[in-house]
């Protein structure tokens, strides 16, 4: 039992950065600085092209640029996916079709373990075997539910266990200057300069057998974040860069990390580093007493309200759902443009500008949704709420009102109730999903159902406030009247 309560005060979280290049020495870095402010002083935007990068290791022979750093993680992949494929198949002959006793942590270790430990470091392996372990499901594959996991290498995540602890461990995070830097160990290479059929010239990298530890130090994008926004939130306690900092200072334990390589629209493939974090509910700051609730609209998107007064905090302007008119207006203006494009030159140049339209439409959609978790979950902190309710709005697909059509064409709600749970989770307040029948028209104070107040009568009058026509004692927002209905329901 002791186990178990101490899994629901842990929270689990994923950071996500993206690897801009290996760390070097101070020297080096310092060449690199200098370079870049010389090209802004000639109008350029300081980028560092390949040529640079060719030149420098001319000159330091020992560096890894990422025409190797890349294409090494790509051959990890490889050897990677052969090694998982191969244990899951075995996996499921021994302890499926042969029907072996024994547990699928014994089987691993006398197999697929040993053969990633031969060709990796024991890092490497162990996350590897946490992987295989975890997409092994014995009971559905046994009754036939579910199918054999096997991987592709082109997206097949490098895992690494053990964060560094007293000098002990596989990877590291710390800050060097204004730098954030991941220390990986991964396994030295040879790298040979090829040319292809196309006449482009590439880098073919091949593990060293047998393995040779090398720890990498890589930088991660943290930095240009910083420069961007100009410290401005660097020192407050939200995003990534914060996060980060809870990690390096031992607040936060990273229990397994992984790189792996993404596509982005209208970009070249850029390779990421996934952080699994642990940290505990803060939840000697909430009041098991207090309860709030969360009501979803349309021209209001969220009003918030908790059980103990009359705070709330609401989202007064609805900016999805303006910036979904813009940019349906311009994809239809970039359609029409189509029209007049000259044929025979492909589909992709046609659909490129929407699909970076599209790109950039879900960016700002994402940072307004993740805007609104952060605001809610800090007005519950504040309230000390340890619950909240949230209105279930599975069946609002079949409803064919103005109000369902408009909230499910408008923004993916269900995407917006889940980035809210995520942030209230991380504060430690649970969540809970409710009927929202009736919130609308009962009131808060004397529970009585005003029957009169309905979706039409509402729309007919310009959504006028809630009047208790029982008890004549409230006349608030109509919205704030169903959160606080909403926060009041009890879930047994």
Known sequence: MAGKKKDKDVINKTLSVRIIRPRYSDDIEKEISDEKAKRKQDGKTGELDRAFFSELKSRNPDIITNDELFPLFTEIQKNLTEIYNKSISLLYMKLIVEEEGGSTASALSAGPYKECKARFNSYISLGLRQKIQSNFRRKELKGFQVSLPTAKSDRFPIPFCHQVENGKGGFKVYETGDDFIFEVPLIKYTATNKKST???????????????????????????????????????????????????????????????????????????????????????????????????????????????????????NNDIMAFNERAMARRRTLLRKNRFKRSGHGAKNKLEPITVLTEKNERFRKSILQRWAREVAEFFKRTSASVVNMEDLSGITEREDFFSTKLRTTWNYRLMQTTIENKLKEYGIAVNYISPKYTSQTCHSCGKRNDYFTFSYRSENNYPPFECKECNKVKCNADFNAAKNIALKVVL
């Not at 590439?202 to 990498?216: E, G, H, S």
């Not at 909430?286 to 908790?306: E, F, H, T």
């Open 198 to 316: 196309s006449g482009k010239n590439y880098t073919k990298v091949q593990l060293n057998n047998p393995p040779v530890p090398m720890n990498v130090p890589l930088l991660l994008s943290t930095m240009r974040r910083r420069q961007t926004k100009k410290g401005m939130q660097w020192n407050k306690d939200e995003g990534t860069n914060a996060e980060l900092r809870r990690v390096m200072s031992g607040e936060y334990k990273v229990s397994y990390a992984e790189i792996i390589r993404r596509t982005r629209f209208g970009k070249h493939d850029d390779w990421f580093v996934n952080f699994s974090i642990k940290f505990k509910n803060k939840t000697d700051e909430l009041n098991q007493n207090v309860r709030g609730g969360i009501d979803i609209g349309v021209s209001n998107p969220l009003v918030c309200a908790v059980t103990n007064g009359l705070d709330r905090y609401i989202v007064a």
